[in-house]
């Protein structure tokens, strides 16, 4: 069996998927404590609140969609659809990362998980398979 078949891979891309909603779904319950995770204040008056709070519901909304699209892929066994999915999930933490460097703060929160993510996702287009 190649690397890219392994059953723990999809494993794996379905427990990062449940990590998506899991996130998503804090940012609909909680918006201020899915802000924390950026490390940016959240604001004191009621306009600037509900700016931030409806933000942080499209923020949520975008992660329990990519987390449902590795459950589907993964569901189904489509792996190579799992790696891909799973490497653009990896580029939104990346990017969330980034915007928190840019910010002066808040990036580990992101860049921690990012390679685990990125690392998977690899296994799972046969990086390693032998040709």
């Given at each position: 069996m190649s690397v890219s078949q392994n059953p723990f891979l999809r494993l794996a891309g379905a427990a990062f998927g449940t990590i998506c909603v899991g996130f998503g779904i804090n940012a609909f319950l909680r918006p201020e404590h899915a802000l924390s995770f950026f490390e940016l204040d959240y604001p004191a008056s009621g306009v600037e609140r509900s700016v931030v709070d409806n933000l942080m519901y499209v923020y949520g909304a975008r992660d329990v969609f990519m987390g449902l699209a590795a459950y589907i892929a993964a569901y189904f066994g489509n792996n190579k659809t799992l790696g891909w999915i799973l490497l653009a999930i990896s580029g939104v933490a990346y990017a969330d990362g980034v915007i928190c460097w840019a910010n002066?703060?808040?990036?580990?929160?992101?860049?921690?998980?990012?390679?685990?993510?990125?690392?998977?996702?690899?296994?799972?287009?046969?990086?390693?398979?032998?040709?």
């Open positions: 002066g703060h808040g990036e580990w929160n992101h860049w921690g998980y990012a390679p685990m993510i990125t690392a998977i996702s690899t296994l799972l287009l046969g990086v390693l398979d032998r040709r």
